[in-house]
């Protein structure tokens, strides 16, 4: 079956750095654009990044351009955000998902990784 497993979340400080991880395992990984959404308690869930089948196509929500980065390894079966310059605002559970194009609708999602931005 298609899981979608993200690690990495953690507990940090504001202006500190994190990287997350998705790894996907029952699909050609490399067929399919991966994305990152956030939901924080009481707010809506926000798409963060999108990263097309190959790379070659990448968005990202004004509230995070300039610090993170996605980017996608798929011979590891992985897509990576690089979150650098954390803030309070950012905490959330941030969970990847799956789509065939980086504008068709989302297949699967993952479980979730919590991330806390003290301050």
């Known amino acids: 079956q298609v899981k979608l497993v993200e690690s990495g979340g953690d507990m940090v400080q504001a202006g500190g750095s994190l990287r997350l991880s998705c790894v996907g395992d029952g699909f050609t990984f490399g067929s399919y654009a991966i994305h990152w959404y956030r939901q924080a308690p009481g707010k809506e869930r926000e798409l963060v990044a999108v990263?097309?089948?190959?790379?070659?196509?990448?968005k990202y929500a004004d509230s995070v351009k300039g610090r993170f980065t996605i980017s996608r390894d798929n011979e590891k079966n992985t897509v990576y955000l690089q979150m650098d310059h954390l803030r309070p605002t950012d905490t959330a559970v941030y969970y990847c998902?799956?789509?065939?194009?980086?504008?068709?609708?989302?297949?699967?999602w993952g479980q979730g990784t919590q991330v806390t931005v003290s301050s």
């Open positions: 998902a799956r789509s065939w194009t980086i504008s068709s609708p989302i297949e699967d």
């Open positions: 990263i097309s089948n190959g790379g070659a196509q990448i």
